[in-house]
């Protein structure tokens, strides 16, 4: 807690395909000052990096200057922790192994450490959000993909290469939808937003149910359209969340039976569907688990806000460098 | 290192439903002295660990007496590292849940830790066997029936309650074949001793093929025979590993989906089938896995003796006691 006291700061930089978000937060988890630049203007890494800092510095000298920051964390795709780098990002404008942190750190001489975007995600659930207190849980990120960070005795896990948790690549149908990663199959195909619009247009196509979604062009639903449909008490909106849920059900109920862990914390926007896909989750959990595991895990919602997620999950991990 | 100098010995206690086998373990794993005693004769468990302790104490005293041993670990069916009970096990004769370690630590003066027999086994690889020096790995035994222990960041992986790590429960297909558990498609309903003999009479009912293993009586076939025969060139032998490998490898790639460990190390009967096993495991995985994690877990075969792996495994523990 001294620590705390003489460095009441942490920085978190969030990095997306389109945006890069910092924030300046402190040890309750409020940012109290934050900007963004967008991620795909800058071809060099170096240039990307000047940008960041010319904007970031100026918020940290204003809440007293670098000596108050006890780190900065980075929150990346394709992110590495071991290494603070970001290795051959698909999303990202600079290819190869980028060492990120290490760069940040000689620009701005503060600690830095760098993970994943899920990673950071169940760091900060773990430090400001639902899973506080907890040294067992797993978050799941539910968004365009499915991404997971996992806890274990206080501790993320990041395995032997700083790789581990792509839950979201977990297999669940063998010979599935295709995925963007080259298999069939998995956890994301259909459990992520793009996922539920993919069954929707299955859905459409197999059944002649009368549904609200048969207005829209298929080639345009969205999970939301979805959602609206659902609350709207249509059936086949409902049928989709029902399958969504079951699917995501199953294949946590095998997640447990490695981790056992206290909680499964969802995050996202199809976790904001609320009722509609956590019951159907709840249910397949409930039907598909192990009987020494019933009962025993809770399933959360994030309790994290939107806006503010990525840069506190990314900033959290600033609170862990040593 | 000093402790273990004033106290060089553990004590390992190996409980199956037949046989109890317990031995003093020096720091390289050497068994000096061991002996056992039939677990179904007492009835009652106070006269079980009464037994345990008459058989026990002389081989202690012999090697220097109770201040020479660091702690006890035992390996139980269903035991719980928590709280050092069996809970419920099944195939011992004492029912509910039993303070096992508490018996022993009382009867002895010992420092008693209890974990199940799969968690025993991978600390066992850890200190003595395949998995020195490592943080990052995962044990799988395969008996009877399919355990597991995970170790990550240097830890065992026990979850929330206890009993985290039961991958021998993850559903690799679904609406699969009947578990003794009571759900359908578990891992260890296919890559058991009992799996392999469960596929052998499927394949030789389901096709015409000749073998050498139609001479035997199909409700006597066993995983050996299967053995046996495939080292004959026997070709549906050899399409029984080839599957049994199959489903192996890709729950496999899975489940390093989740902890990217540096080994999974393979333990029992099965495994001792060599290549005939390894090959299509290894195969699978290469197939299955994300490219992310390719090329870049080993799989290993367990480096402890079979007949001092139980007790080694749980000796091991004894280690751990803090």
Redesign the interface.
């Known amino acids: 807690m001294n620590s705390n006291m003489e460095k009441p700061y942490v920085v978190g930089i969030d990095i997306g395909g389109t945006n890069t978000v910092f924030g300046i937060v402190d040890a309750r988890g409020t940012i109290v000052a934050s900007s963004s630049i967008k991620t795909g203007a800058y071809a060099q890494v170096e240039e990307y990096v000047d940008e960041v800092c010319k904007n970031l510095l100026p918020l940290i000298v204003a809440n007293g200057g670098v000596d108050k920051v006890k780190g900065i964390g980075i929150g990346a795709p394709n992110g590495n922790f071991y290494s603070g780098t970001i290795e051959f990002a698909p999303n990202l404008p600079w290819k190869g192994v980028i060492p990120l942190a290490a760069m940040f750190e000689e620009r701005l001489g503060i600690p830095t450490a760098l993970t994943n975007d899920a990673n950071a995600a169940a760091i900060g659930e773990m430090t400001y959000g639902a899973a506080r207190g907890?040294?067992?849980f797993i978050m799941i990120t539910l968004g365009t993909g499915v991404g997971s960070g996992?806890v274990?005795?206080g501790?993320l896990?990041?395995?032997?290469?700083?790789?581990?948790?792509?839950?979201g690549?977990?297999?669940v149908r063998?010979d599935g939808r295709m995925c963007g990663?080259?298999?069939k199959g998995c956890l994301e195909t259909y459990c992520s937003a793009t996922g539920v619009t993919r069954s929707a247009r299955e859905f459409l196509t197999s059944s002649t149910e009368p549904s609200l979604l048969r207005a829209i062009p298929a080639e345009s639903i969205t999970s939301k359209d979805v959602y609206d449909a659902a609350v709207k008490g249509d059936k086949l909106a409902l049928d989709i969340f029902e399958f969504t849920g079951q699917v995501l059900g199953?294949a946590l109920?095998?997640?447990i039976?490695?981790?056992?862990?206290?909680a499964i914390v969802l995050f996202g926007g199809l976790a904001k569907s609320g009722e509609y896909i956590f019951k159907p989750i709840q249910k397949a959990i409930d039907e598909?688990i192990?009987?020494?595991?019933k009962g025993?895990?809770k399933l959360l919602m994030s309790e994290l806000k939107d806006a503010d997620a990525a840069v506190l999950g990314a900033s959290a991990l600033g609170w862990e460098i040593k």
Not at 158 to 167: I, K, V
Not at 257 to 262: D, K, L, V, Y
């Open positions: 907890m040294k067992d996992i274990i005795n501790q896990v990041y395995g032997h290469d700083g790789f581990a948790g792509e839950l690549h977990v297999i063998r990663c080259g298999r199953e109920a095998d997640f039976a490695f981790s056992s862990p206290e598909n192990l009987t020494i595991y025993k895990t």
